[in-house]
Nanobody, 122 residues
Framework: QVQLVESGGGLVQAGGSLRLSCAASGSIFRINALGWYRQAPGKQRELVATITSGSKTNYADSVKGRFTISRDSGKNMVYLQMDSLKPEDTAVYYC????????????????WGQGTLVTVSS
């Protein structure tokens, strides 16, 4: 199967930066798109940013100009550089893999990581 493991979360002051990483492991042939989602306390999970295998990116309006998503397809890694953090960015951040093609031709439509907590203090 496929596992996604996030790292890089933590506590940071408003205006600071953090870089999240997500490593996908397993017998992966190709991942269509990778992305980051977040869920704040009492709120629904929301999209933060996605990046396709062709490096096309998409961002939530709330993070445009502050966050940057990137991927290393050779290593099945995705990153989220978060700058100018605000208290409202506080959430658990989840890595997502969309349409994972395995070497045995099995296709997993969606895989989620366990999440990493980001806390931004004011």
């Amino acid at each position: 199967q496929v596992q996604l493991v996030e790292s890089g979360g933590g506590l940071v002051q408003a205006g600071g930066s953090l870089r999240l990483s997500c490593a996908a492991s397993g017998s992966i042939f190709r991942i269509n798109a990778l992305g980051w989602y977040r869920q704040a306390p009492g709120k629904q999970r929301e999209l933060v940013a996605t990046i396709t295998s062709g490096s096309k990116t998409n961002y939530a309006d709330s993070v445009k100009g502050r966050f940057t998503i990137s991927r290393d397809s050779g290593k099945n890694m995705v990153y989220l550089q978060m700058d100018s953090l605000k208290p409202e960015d506080t959430a658990v951040y989840y890595c997502n893999a969309d349409r994972v093609v395995m070497f045995n031709n099995k296709i997993l439509l969606e895989v989620w990581g366990q999440g990493t907590l980001v806390t931004v203090s004011s």
